[in-house]
């Protein structure tokens, strides 16, 4: 048996090392995947990076948090509201034989004032600042490194601009572009990014890092002559470059984004493929909805006085923070313009109850919901149970 004794191995081709030799017999190697299919796990910062759980809807109008999981929908100065909206990979694409099922896509309404130059659109996934600071990256050094990966696909030939803002501290700003994308066409992005001494990311659950991986426009009051790849300080006036207006004009363009990744590390490794029921479970940190087609149980409750009950919840996985409550009401018969129906006995009473989070626990896993006018004649202290009515949700928000 003989010993091959080296410093480093690189490919002919390559202008660096894939292995690095120490003399304690370590090695340091820049692995982008495993031969066979497998994925290297835990490194995914980003949840829900393959669009797989859409808890809010599958499509919608709506700004904020209204689609898929993660994804914070921002939009403004539109004529014509565009639609983000969970899709399929089609079949015999790249991202679908790679293991990408579903996408974020977003059609452009139609626009017909132009570009103006307050108008913007674009989408942020929002990363807790200590998710950042513990994630092993060493973000004030220039030789440490974070790489953003993602399939990204757009019906307008042009190029675009992603970003990263930080929260924390003086808010710095990183800038990169695509590249001009062939109409469409599936192109994979890869940035590879350098820490650096303005950063800043505290141990707590608050924003840290917002990463727009593509900017389908931005108006001139929001953009500036700048340097890309680099960090500079935030300016709301100078986000990005002056913005390409094609697919911003182009009525209905479409944009669609799968496979979202963000790791520590000088390299793109292969996607780290999670099962729906760990990204759901992630998800519902941020969200827990609850309600779809047919009624779902929500809990045992207790009567505040003749009109107003106390619901005790248990919530699947402790959520980031105290949550807010919201519904999504019925449409349809004796149903319409509720969402609740507490029994008593056998005895239920629908309503579109009020609610507020009154008591949560400290780790944010159990909840006292107050709902007001949700039934009427109690006596304190009766028990009830409740559920939603068929096509009605309760969400309980803890997003960033």
């Known amino acids: 048996m003989s010993t091959l004794k080296v410093d480093a191995i690189r490919h002919n081709s390559a202008t660096s090392d894939a292995i690095t030799t120490a003399a304690d017999g370590t090695c340091t190697a820049r692995i982008t995947g495993i031969t066979g299919g497998g994925g290297l796990s835990h490194r995914n910062l980003i949840i829900n990076g393959a669009m797989q759980v859409a808890q809010y809807g599958t499509s919608s109008t709506d700004a904020g948090y209204s689609t898929i999981d993660r994804i914070n929908r921002q939009v403004s100065g539109t004529d014509e509201s565009p639609t983000f909206a969970q899709v399929d990979v089609a079949s015999g694409t790249t991202p679908y034989t790679l293991g990408f099922r579903k996408c974020l896509k977003i059609t452009n309404g139609n626009q017909t004032s132009g570009a103006g130059s307050s108008d913007y659109l674009y989408f942020w996934y ?22 953003i990966s993602y399939w990204v696909k757009s019906s307008v030939a042009q190029n675009f601009y992603g970003m990263m803002q930080t929260a924390d501290g003086t808010a710095q700003n990183y800038v990169w572009e695509t590249g001009s994308l062939s109409a469409d066409t599936w192109t994979k992005i890869t940035k590879t990014i350098p820490g650096n001494s303005n950063l800043q990311f505290d141990n707590d659950a608050n924003a840290g ?26 300016s709301g006036s100078s986000r990005t470059p002056d913005a390409t207006s094609t697919w911003y004009t182009t009525n209905d363009a479409t944009l669609e984004v799968t496979g979202l990744q963000l790791e520590v590390g000088s390299v793109a490794t292969d996607f780290e493929h999670r099962s729906y029921g760990d990204e759901l479970a992630r998800c519902q940190r941020y969200c827990v909805v609850i309600g779809a087609d047919q009624e779902m149980h929500l809990g045992t409750a207790n009567a505040y006085n003749s009109t107003n009950i106390n619901l005790s919840m248990h919530v699947p996985v402790a959520v980031r923070a105290k949550p807010t409550a919201s519904v999504v009401l019925a449409t349809s018969g004796d149903n319409a313009n509720k969402w609740l129906q507490a029994y008593m006995g056998a005895t239920g009473s629908k309503s579109n109850a009020s609610i507020s989070v009154s008591d949560c626990s400290e780790g944010h896993a159990q909840m006292r919901l107050y709902l007001q006018n949700a039934h009427s004649g109690l006596s304190v202290g009766q028990a009830l149970w409740c559920h939603t009515l068929p096509d009605a949700k309760l969400i309980l928000s803890a997003e960033l």
């Open 209 to 234: 890092l917002y990463v727009a991986p593509i900017r389908a426009f931005d108006g001139t009051d929001r953009t500036a002559s700048m340097s890309l790849n680099t960090w500079a300080a935030y």
């Open 126 to 147: 929002i990363l807790e600042a200590q998710d950042v600071a513990n994630s092993g990256w060493n973000y004030t050094s220039a030789s440490s490194y974070i790489t």
